[in-house]
């Protein structure tokens, strides 16, 4: 059996990395994040940039041809949200990706649909939002707040500081805040789909090491050439790639114990990635005119959302086969 990627996925992938440097370069990247700054919950996310990416079918990839889809499935959804990662493209993503065949408009990115996961935590780009996905709790399947249960759900919520100055926090209380996470099926691929932005934004750190590494002088010598920094170059690599196997395997069989290894594994190589880079940029890395600093934040909310590390650790410990004593009689007792 062959995992390589075919040349279709090949061609997708280039073509949204092409997209997105057109529609989203660091000029631009860096224009919203001068634009982004504090909590106005009027403030949605840029509609222009959304219909760009609702008319190269990113929110539709996955529908049948038939509902005015793409037909493609969760391989191929992986590697544009590997793109998104490495560019730090703003916005509910995974939710309005979920949300397309649900919620009119968002297939077509002419709807902004985000998404409240309920257990406190704070729901991200409210502002400005069309619609939102909220977990009806066990056994009560999703519901999709629009209308004026949208407009008393928002008046409701109170601006909180976010650490990623392009994602606005909102938190929430009454539906949202009681609910139980998504069903299932939902909450995993939206755990697949993020650990796919964190893939992308963890190889996009190793990349921006290595070059700064290969330019940068002291002691009349390149930095890369000094074996602790190497060392820190070869560890983000090796974080890097085990993730990128285990978010494409799991993209394969759609497994929910996969999925929980995958968003383990990328959240770890996004978030120790990009303090590795960090730390390899030295006192430039700190600065806020830097993109180092905007690959962290955004690494770790990422890893709060959908499924947290320490949930992504208990179903793999719940899949684990009971413990059987490797001996047994009275030797076993010692």
């Not at 994040?33 to 403030?43: A, K, L, P, S």
């Not at 005015?68 to 995974?94: C, D, H, Q, S, Y």
């Not at 990349?207 to 002088?217: D, G, I, Y």
Request: net charge negative.
């Amino acid at each position: 059996m062959d995992f390589q990627l075919s040349d279709d996925q090949r061609a997708l992938r280039s073509g949204m990395r092409d997209l997105l440097g057109a529609v989203f370069d660091r000029d631009r990247m860096r224009a919203a994040v001068e634009r982004g700054g504090g909590v106005d919950r009027d403030r949605g996310v840029d509609r222009g940039l959304w219909r760009e990416l609702g008319a190269a079918g990113f929110f539709a990839l996955r529908l049948p041809e038939e509902a005015g889809g793409v037909g493609l499935g969760l391989p191929e959804a992986v590697l544009l949200f590997e793109e998104a990662g490495r560019a730090l493209l703003p916005g509910p993503l995974a939710a309005t990706h979920l949300a397309a065949g649900l919620v009119k408009g968002a297939a077509e990115g002419e709807a902004v649909v985000t998404a409240a996961e309920g257990g406190g935590r704070p729901v991200a780009d409210l502002g400005g939002a069309d619609a939102v996905l909220v977990g009806g709790g066990a056994g009560q399947g999703l519901e999709v707040l629009t209308g004026e249960e949208l407009e008393a759900f928002v008046a409701g919520a109170v601006p909180v500081r976010s650490m990623d100055p392009l994602t606005r926090l909102h938190r929430t209380t009454g539906l949202a805040g009681a609910s139980e996470a998504y069903p299932g099926a939902l909450r995993r691929e939206g755990a697949l789909l993020s650990a796919a932005e964190q893939l992308g934004s963890a190889a996009r750190t190793t990349e921006m090491a290595v070059q700064h590494a290969r330019s940068r002088e002291q002691f009349g010598s390149l930095i890369g050439s000094f074996q602790a920094v190497k060392h820190l170059c070869a560890d983000m690599l090796a974080r890097t790639e085990p993730a990128r196997s285990a978010v494409y395997a799991a993209a394969v069989t759609g497994d929910p114990v996969e999925i929980a290894a995958a968003k383990l594994l990328a959240d770890e190589a996004a978030v120790r990635n990009a303090r590795d880079c960090l730390q390899i940029h030295g006192g430039m890395g700190f600065t806020w005119e830097a993109d180092v600093h905007l690959h962290l934040k955004r690494a770790w909310l990422r890893a709060a959302r959908w499924l947290t590390a320490a949930e992504a650790e208990e179903v793999l410990a719940a899949d684990l086969d009971p413990v059987r004593p490797l001996y047994s009689g009275s030797a076993a007792l010692g």
